[in-house]
């Protein structure tokens, strides 16, 4: 990307159509279901077009697999790969909502991680789902995104993925 590309917020990646079942399929990955929750919906589709999806937590088949603080008993690596479920997860729950994978374009990203005192890499633990939506969905996966560190996280996840979509055009 040119520097007058990243000032403008234009991108330069083709623009040929990704197939995301097969890039899926490309990357061993499939899309998990995710279980409604009694107390709250997984989405919510606002009368401007976007679905705005709940807070995915990076669940492999209904087990969290580690818990901590990244910084202190997390690595940055493992708190990656557990970004790349949690937001495999949270692209599962956007093609639930607007009827498949196919029709999927990322809007924007809200990355919580938890994290040490200290800690300044939630730009590098976000960077592991914005990467797999890319390779999922091309062009249709780039989006604006927010990292932040928190003090908590529910059931002491190391991280937390938001995200709002739309439909593509």
Same mark, same amino acid.
């Given at each position: 990307m040119s520097d007058a590309d990243a000032r403008t917020g234009t991108h330069t990646l083709a623009d040929t159509e990704t197939d995301p079942a097969a890039a899926l399929a490309a990357l061993g990955l499939e899309l998990p279901v995710i279980a409604d929750d009694p107390k709250y919906i997984?989405?919510? #589709? #606002?009368?401007?077009?976007?679905?705005?999806? &709940?807070?995915?937590?990076?669940?492999?088949?209904?087990?969290?697999?580690l818990a901590g603080v990244?910084?202190?008993?997390?690595? %940055?690596?493992? #708190?990656?790969?557990?970004?790349?479920? #949690?937001?495999?997860n949270a692209l599962a729950v956007a093609a639930s909502a607007l009827g498949g994978i196919e029709r999927v374009r990322i809007v924007q990203m809200l990355v919580f991680v938890l994290s040490a005192p200290g800690f300044g890499e939630q730009s590098r633990v976000a960077d592991a789902g914005s990467e797999l939506? %890319?390779? %999922?969905?091309?062009?249709?996966?780039?989006? !604006?995104?927010?990292?932040?560190? %928190? !003090?908590?996280?529910?059931?002491? &996840?190391?991280?937390?993925?938001?995200m709002v979509c739309e439909a593509r055009a």
């Open positions: 997984n989405w919510r #589709a #606002a009368r401007d077009g976007t679905v705005h999806i &709940s807070g995915q937590l990076p669940y492999r088949d209904g087990v969290l697999p990244v910084g202190d008993t997390v690595e %940055v690596d493992a #708190a990656r790969e557990l970004m790349a479920q #949690a937001t495999l939506l %890319v390779q %999922v969905l091309g062009e249709h996966g780039r989006h !604006a995104r927010t990292a932040i560190g %928190v !003090a908590g996280l529910p059931r002491n &996840s190391p991280v937390e993925v938001q």
